[in-house]
């Protein structure tokens, strides 16, 4: 069956310091990759996505992800976090053939001044 | 000028109720979603549409029916609410092109149910 896994429901980071939230998967063929934010009460918001090519992708906020296809993930990653990165993060993935998306079931990222 | 807007925001209905949600996506695009989100955040897909046309269809109680009236509009009917009902749905919409398809979501609606 496929799947996203988020292994952490939780990540805590004090400002500056770098941050990487975690996923892996399990789809079928070469699937898309995506990462979305939400805040709270609001909607889920694109950062990035891999497609193909390099396997490192930068998105939005200073926020790029690594694919690696032998590892099945797709971690995000920040150098710096800022307090205003706490959000809840969710990685999502794409069949390439089938338009369904799967969703992990979320990371919240907590960053401390 | 909101990308995908969803009526209402807020929805606190009684268990037996019927009730319809309703999204509205300017960004032209050919595929709508309904995803539920429950208290513990989990994202779970309902529904696809693309252009009008049911492509995706989770298992979800026949209480639950979405209609298309347009590729801009996916509603939502929910009738007979029940108590496991509450959660927050998203609609979203994409353009189903390679490479392109990011998912835009709306603001969602919260629905209680009582």
């Known amino acids: 069956a496929q799947s996203v896994a988020q292994p952490e429901d939780q990540v805590n980071v004090a400002e500056g310091n770098p941050l990487t939230v975690k996923c892996t998967y399990s789809?079928?063929?070469?699937?898309?990759l995506f990462w979305y934010v939400q805040y709270p009460n609001r909607g889920l918001q694109f950062l990035l996505k891999?497609?193909?090519?390099?396997?490192l992708v930068k998105g939005s906020y200073g926020f790029e992800a690594e694919f690696n296809k032998s590892q099945t993930s797709f971690h995000q990653k920040k150098p710096s976090a800022l307090v205003s990165d706490s959000a809840l993060y969710f990685c999502?993935?794409?069949?390439?053939?089938?338009?369904?998306?799967?969703f992990g079931s979320g990371t919240k990222l907590n960053v401390k001044p | 000028d909101t990308a995908v807007s969803q009526t209402p925001k807020y929805l606190v209905t009684q268990m037996g109720n019927d009730k319809s949600i309703k999204c509205e996506q300017n960004?032209?695009?050919?595929?709508m979603y309904w995803y539920k989100q429950d208290s513990k955040k989990f994202l779970k897909i309902m529904f696809s549409?693309?252009?009008?046309?049911?492509?995706i269809n989770e298992t979800v109680p026949n209480r639950f029916s979405p209609k298309s009236p347009d590729k801009a509009h996916l509603n939502l009917h929910i009738n007979s609410l029940e108590l496991g009902d509450s959660a927050v749905y998203f609609c979203?919409?994409?353009?189903?092109?390679?490479?392109?398809?990011?998912?835009?979501f709306g603001p969602g609606t919260r629905l209680t149910v009582l």
């Open positions: 999502a993935v794409r069949e390439r053939n089938f338009n369904k998306f799967y």
């Open positions: 789809v079928s063929g070469n699937p898309y």
């Open positions: 960004l032209g695009h050919d595929t």
């Open positions: 891999y497609i193909t090519g390099d396997n």
């Open positions: 979203a919409s994409s353009q189903v092109t390679v490479g392109t398809d990011t998912q835009y």
């Open positions: 549409y693309n252009n009008k046309e049911l492509i």
